[in-house]
């Protein structure tokens, strides 16, 4: 089974499996993107809502990876229903990528490459240059912003 992203009806993603996604990406959809939507779900697209429980545990993973701020609700709800129905995910975002590998949930990229490793991203002072595992507002040393910086 597919779990189609926005990415995928954008792109005239096409498969002979089984497909499923979620009602939220429908509401990012406009126009002709939309109606590919209506059109797939009406010849049998399985719409699907992830269970809390699992919407949680993608979230865990994304703090680990450094990767939550970077996803939507959305974003959640997908990799989280990838993982529920052990699909595969069809997506050109990275970072659900990055999540959906940590939690052992494969990739379809669509448009673009996908990723080549799996990353935990780090947080980087601009003003002390002090790193941390989880992104905050504001440095807690002396209160400058915090950038994501790749780990490599």
């Not at 797939?40 to 809502?49: D, L, P, Q």
């Not at 970077?70 to 990055?98: F, H, I, K």
């Not at 669509?110 to 990353?119: P, Y």
């Amino acid at each position: 089974m597919r779990i189609l992203d926005s990415s995928a009806f954008i792109h005239e993603y096409t498969t002979d499996d089984e497909v499923a996604s979620i009602p939220e990406v429908h509401e990012e959809l406009q126009g002709g993107t939309a109606l590919r939507f209506d059109a797939m779900e009406g010849s049998g697209m399985t719409i699907h809502v992830p269970a809390p429980g699992a919407v949680g545990q993608v979230e865990r993973a994304a703090t680990g990876s450094g990767d939550a701020a970077e996803l939507s609700d959305t974003d959640l709800r997908l990799v989280a229903t990838a993982l529920e129905l052990g699909g595969t995910l069809v997506t050109d975002d990275y970072a659900m990528q990055n999540v959906a590998e940590r939690l052992d949930v494969s990739v379809e990229p669509i448009a673009r490459e996908g990723i080549t490793e799996e990353r935990e991203w780090r947080f980087q002072c601009a003003g002390c240059g002090r790193t941390f595992d989880e992104n905050k507002e504001r440095c807690p040393i002396c209160g400058s912003d915090l950038s994501r910086k790749n780990p490599a």
